[in-house]
């Protein structure tokens, strides 16, 4: 079976409201404009999920309302400081925050590519995150003695959406030393994918590409925007557009200073137009 | 190029990078064979290449250094490795720290922070316990940051040091203060510090960095630096 090409706009259109949606972070193929297409859509209560932290996608997202709950481990704009919107709505309580570990939610869905029904971690005992995770579990090691340990449930995601940077004309994607993204895919029950450019030469027929590569099996879905994780940095394709994420943060800090960010730079109808 | 202004000055961040680089060194603490740093964390990073740079056989594993990053299997592999017992050192820093050595990564006021959000617990709940070794690090020494008892405890642990802004700490079960740096005083830190803490009556000062530290740190420290932290790098050395 071949993978749909598909418009950014009918990829958008397959998140649906509602959905557990998973985003990985600035340092790991953000789909920056996916996201933006979604704010365009009005997509409705979203619950986020941090792979294992957000970044700028996530606190765009929450600035523009798409979203009712966040799961991750951390939510920031890296060098660019703390996450605005994120910190708003949670101060306003019109977010719900899950707080996790990174390592609890890489287990998680470990344990979903895995098709167990949880998988143990060790550490997070003295945490307070225990108290704050009624799904999280310590249990005593069956296998010894005296040895209590923390058992995390299985999670899978509705959708899984980054943004690589190839795709080949069979749907295999390329993330490259980006693992974490192929465990995303391979727990969540669809992934939706945005990428540089579609290749024509299988990436499976390819030594050095295969280990580096997400096999269709796995992807839904695939539209090609060029400069897609922008103004976030990609590999080697192209460094951060430190400039426009400094802008973002400070324009941020306020609602009226976000809707001017989103009036200009997500509905305008020249940055809809360029993605 | 040093920019010629700052050719003589020892900037806060040179000397937290050695006073860091040396208790990676401590002859007294179990050897630092493999050393992972975290995001956002340049004055650690630094401390980490000074030792390198020094000639001290240590494998460092930077998790945003983008060329040369040494892991494969996605950002789950740093974990894994500790949870093996693979790391032997890492850095936490925290929007509070208290004086039984938790830190709080979440926020103040009610659960999850709704008074003052930090931005999260990251790994610090699996390292703090798993990773024979931490240093908690946090430049600003203040007792909205040094607390009684944190609102919240992303990570519970037991560090090996404390180093701020003004001193170090070391800590056994509870934090002793082992150095001050230039221009601060005991009472200084006591008027900074919101937790109880164990004051010997003669504290020395913190060692200001050697020639030769200042040096590696200024040149090839710096140039191992650059991709990943240039902000920190501009700061610090001027532009280059």
């Excluded at chain 2, 934090?175 to 601060?184: C, I, K, M, R, V």
Aim: aromatic share 6%; with cysteine; net charge negative.
């Amino acid at each position: 079976m071949t993978q749909s090409v598909l418009s950014l706009d009918d990829l958008a259109a397959g998140v649906p409201d509602g959905a557990l949606l998973a985003l990985p972070p600035d340092n790991s193929l953000p789909p920056s404009a996916l996201v933006r297409a979604l704010v365009r859509r009005g997509v409705r209560g979203l619950r986020l999920l941090g792979v294992p932290v957000s970044g700028m996608v996530t606190d765009l997202l929450i600035g523009a309302g798409c979203v009712a709950s966040v799961q991750s481990s951390a939510v920031s704009l890296g060098e660019a400081g703390t996450a605005p919107r994120f910190t708003a709505a949670l101060a306003a309580g019109s977010i719900e925050m899950i707080d996790a570990t990174c390592p609890a939610i890489h287990t998680m869905l470990q344990a979903a590519e895995k098709g167990v029904p949880f998988m143990p971690l060790r550490g997070v005992l003295g945490s307070d995150l225990l108290a704050h995770r009624p799904d999280w579990r310590v249990i005593d090691n069956p296998f010894d003695h005296d040895d209590p340990i923390l058992l995390l449930p299985a999670l899978s995601p509705d959708v899984a959406a980054f943004h690589a940077v190839l795709a080949d004309a069979h749907g295999n994607v390329w993330v490259g030393r980006r693992r974490e993204l192929a465990t995303l895919a391979h727990a969540a029950k669809r992934t939706l994918v945005t990428v540089e450019r579609i290749v024509a030469d299988s990436l499976l027929d390819d030594e050095r590409m295969a280990p580096g590569t997400i096999a269709a099996t796995y992807i839904e879905a695939i539209a090609v925007v060029e400069h897609g994780a922008w103004p976030i940095a990609l590999l080697d394709e192209y460094e951060a557009d430190s400039a426009h994420i400094a802008e973002y943060a400070r324009l941020a800090r306020s609602d009226a200073g976000f809707r001017a960010y989103l009036d200009s730079h997500v509905f305008a109808r020249s940055a809809a137009a360029a993605e | 190029m040093i920019a010629p202004e700052k050719r003589g000055i020892i900037t806060p961040e040179e000397r937290l990078a050695c006073v860091l680089a040396r208790l990676i060194l401590d002859p007294a603490a179990p050897p630092a064979r493999h050393i992972a740093v975290g995001a956002a964390s340049p004055i650690p990073a630094a401390a980490c290449w000074l030792v390198r740079t020094l000639g001290h056989d240590v494998r460092l594993s930077l998790l945003h250094k983008r060329t040369g990053n040494p892991f494969t299997e996605g950002s789950r592999e740093l974990f894994d490795l500790a949870g093996q017992g693979r790391i032997d050192l890492f850095f936490l820093g925290g929007g509070q720290i208290d004086g039984a050595g938790n830190i709080n990564l979440i926020g103040t006021g009610e659960w999850p922070g709704r008074t003052t959000r930090f931005p999260g617990s990251f790994g610090s709940a699996f390292m703090y316990t798993v990773v024979p070794r931490t240093i908690l690090f946090r430049e600003e020494h203040s007792r909205r940051v040094l607390v009684p008892r944190v609102d919240h405890v992303s990570a519970a642990g037991s560090p090996q040091a404390l180093v701020t802004g003004r001193c170090v700490f070391r800590f056994a079960s509870r934090f002793t203060l082992a150095s001050l740096h230039p221009g601060e005083s005991a009472t200084s830190v006591r008027d900074n510090t919101g937790f109880a803490y164990e004051s010997p009556p003669e504290v020395p000062t913190t060692p200001e960095p050697s020639e030769q530290e200042l040096q590696l740190l200024r040149g090839p420290v710096r140039v191992e630096m650059l991709e990943t932290y240039p902000g920190f790098c501009r700061r610090v050395w001027g532009e280059n």
